[in-house]
């Protein structure tokens, strides 16, 4: 979360609340993560920007005022280009004040702030020398010169990139990473849910920031019209076939999907989406899934505040609910700028438990959005966390779920503290194990297993003996005999590391460019991978 700053106000406010008369007591200091950075005073509204610090929202929007972008003690600098309301963190700000009987922080006054931010941007100045004028035009065209970094999809990578935000490989800051030689590439593109739409939304923006008109809707269409005052009408009945026919609109008109992801109708499903009644909530999710199909809308529904809702349906919705909400995360989980908020808001540990849900596409659409959002440092971390280890390698052997689980493995062996923690876990006994069963129910599977192999084998001291513990060799052999093209070539590359060989023998770049795991061609039908084509 938030670090500290070079510059902290001292806090006056940690006074007890009541008038009864106590004997004074030290007060306590707030936990680091409490304080903004900029101003080190706590947080009363904490937003977590795009490169995923938090920051008081009042001392982002100076910043922004004054076109300057301040570097942070770690050396990082932090991109204001998106803001999204921290809850966990103020939820927990607010817990502290009770506990220690402290106020709850208020806004920081903006004159206040502004002092503090123009003395960063003073002492900026002076770093660069006496001959340099502050002037706020010279340093926005500082910022300029040095523009936040603007993430693609993973897909289209094809190198590991720079952190610019975070020096330490154990931080949680987001950092999307690129493609690696271990970490493997984008699969299905669409939920298993639904044949033509999926997916809803992660960000809990709603209450907080005004909703982000998609561009492409400018003017209310016909349909738009029509809809809006059925899906807000007080007869359940009316609204039931009003998000029917809105389902029905967006699985086969892709304009429409653009048109009616405005403002209005988006404020109008969201009670739906927890609605006790089961036609208007399952229909109100496909409906949001449809509409998330399309890229531009993507980043729209997460910040409407659709996520914390999919997770409680996810958690405790109908098994035909709880498909739809799977397959609208995978969705927005598709989007680079959606990764770090649906992993802040709370989804990754549901969709850990839906992983042994009774429904094949709940599974489905549940590991390939912890595939997707595991691309991301910060939810790698979080999944360490969380434990992710031991249940992804208990269900590694589940023969409709290897190929996906081991999908996750393979993202989070590319983090140190996912290495470790696998590494602690057995997972290359029991790698190696699947790897010797006859049995394995796909080449995809068996190229995946490799491919995790080779991600804990890459710079760790560990793993030569205990694959050598393991009897790996031996497997090894007989994969680069008889195994895939891209199978053949991992297991080469460990082999060699288990014999002694340098990695500056290995050709890094060969390995990057054959790819992490096997990626078959998939298609829209139904498929290991792809979505089901049945419509919806």
Known sequence: ?????????????????????????????????????????????????????????????????????????????????????????KSAILSWCRTNGTDNPQPPEYDSVERIVRGKMEEKARELGPDIRVSERELLKAVAENPPVIFSHAATEVGPRVNHFNSSSSSDESVIVAASPYTPLPLARRPACLSSGSSPSSGD????????????????????????????????????????????????KEEARVSLCTPR??????????????VAQTNAIASLVNLSLEKPNKVVIVRSGFVPLLIDVLKAGSSEAQEHAAGALFSLGLEDENKMAIGVLGALQPLLHALRSDSERTRHDSAL??????????????????????????????????SRVLLVLCNLAASNEGKSAMLDANAVEILVGLLREENVDSEATRENCVAALFALSH??????????????????????????????????????????????????????????????????????????????
Request: net charge positive; glycine share 6%; proline share 6%.
């Open 459 to 536: 710079g760790s001291m560990r793993f030569k003996g205990l694959a050598k513990e393991a009897r790996a060799a031996d497997v090894l052999r007989e994969v680069e005999e008889r195994g895939s093209e891209r199978a053949r070539d991992k297991a080469r590359r460990i082999l060699q590391m288990m014999k002694g060989r340098e990695e500056e023998d290995i050709n890094w770049e060969a390995a990057l460019d054959s790819g992490g795991v096997s990626r078959p061609p998939y298609r829209v039908g139904k498929d290991v991978f792809g979505a089901n084509s049945t419509n919806f």
């Open 205 to 252: 923006i709603a209450d907080s920031e005004p909703l982000t008109q998609n561009p492409n809707s400018q003017s209310s269409s016909p349909e738009e019209q029509e809809l809006f005052p059925k899906l807000k009408s007080n007869d359940v009945y009316e609204q039931e076939q009003a998000v029917i026919s809105l389902r029905k609109i967006t699985r086969t």
């Open 1 to 89: 979360m938030g670090g500290n700053g070079k510059h902290r106000w001292k806090i006056s406010f940690y006074h007890r609340s009541g008038s009864s008369p106590r004997r004074q007591q030290p007060a306590q200091q707030p936990p680091e993560e409490f304080l903004c950075p900029i101003s080190g005073s706590l947080m009363s509204d904490p937003v977590v920007v795009q490169s995923g610090q938090t920051f008081e929202r009042g001392s982002v929007q100076v910043c922004l005022d004054l076109g300057f972008t301040p570097a942070l003690s770690d050396g990082s600098v932090p991109d204001f280009s998106a803001l999204i309301p921290n809850l966990a963190i």
């Open 265 to 278: 109708i988006l404020a109008a499903l969201r009670p739906l989406i927890l609605s006790r009644y089961s």
């Open 369 to 402: 959005a912890l595939y997707h959002l595991s691309l991301t440092q910060s939810n790698r971390v979080k999944l360490v966390k969380l434990g992710a280890i031991s249940t992804l390698l208990s269900l590694v052997k589940t023969p409709d779920m290897a």
